[in-house]
């Protein structure tokens, strides 16, 4: 059976700390994966994973994804407040299938 | 740029009402998604459009819930009737391309009782 699994489910950390959100797939044809953040309401994207060992990176913000070993990684460095949220991924696959993962909720606190 | 529009934002009926949920996703955009978001899980997804086109809807409940884009751009997603179960947030989410960057709306929270 097709499946995401985010870890942590959920994370306190204290503002400077560094976090590593963790997304691991078993999917057929896998395409892409996409990270989302989401706050109290819709989620927002991140970023777009295609190709093994290429890091995404935008601010603190950084991503890298694993196709042999089948997993994706979210680094956050100089957490703050503002980063509280949940976090997900998504993976395209089997040529039309999109899944999201539950998710990590992340708690910065000051 | 305007996002994606949905409404109403709040939603609560009775069971076994109907209920009616309107989307309008960004310009341009020719995939349409709706998804279903229960508390702590991620969105499930219940439809997807490719213009006018119901592309994926196998996870769609289709003895309550029915969809349509009419003209490839607005959408209405219905239940009839609702239950309990219903209870969750329903997202409305565009992408120009289908498997690229999604833009969601607010998202309707829908609460049966």
């Known amino acids: 059976e097709d499946k995401v699994v985010q870890s942590p489910l959920s994370l306190v950390v204290h503002e400077g700390d560094t976090v590593t959100l963790n997304c691991s797939y078993e999917?057929?044809?896998?395409?892409?994966l996409l990270w989302y953040k989401q706050e109290k309401k819709a989620p927002t994207f991140l970023f777009m994973l295609t190709s093994s060992g290429i890091e995404k990176k935008s601010g603190r913000l950084s991503s890298i994804l694993d196709k042999k070993e089948l997993f994706s990684i979210l680094n956050i460095t100089a957490t703050q407040t503002g980063d509280s949220a949940v976090y997900l991924c998504a993976v395209l696959y089997n040529f039309n299938k999109f899944y999201f993962g539950s998710g990590t909720k992340l708690n910065v606190k000051p | 740029e305007a996002g994606v529009v949905q409404s109403p934002r709040y939603k609560i009926i009775e069971k076994k009402q109907p209920v009616a949920f309107w989307c309008n996703p960004i310009s341009g955009h020719n995939t349409l998604y709706w998804y279903r978001q229960n508390l702590g899980q991620g969105p499930e997804l219940l439809i997807r459009?490719?213009?006018?086109?119901?592309?994926?809807d196998s996870q769609l409940p289709k003895d309550r819930f029915s969809a349509e884009r009419l003209k490839g751009v607005d959408s209405t997603l219905k239940i009839q009737p609702a239950e309990l179960g219903d209870s969750a947030v329903y997202l409305c989410?565009?992408?120009?391309?289908?498997?690229?960057?999604?833009?969601f709306g607010p998202g309707t929270r829908l609460t049966v009782t």
């Open positions: 999917v057929t044809n896998f395409r892409s």
């Open positions: 459009y490719e213009n006018e086109e119901a592309v994926d």
């Open positions: 989410a565009s992408s120009l391309v289908f498997g690229y960057e999604q833009y």
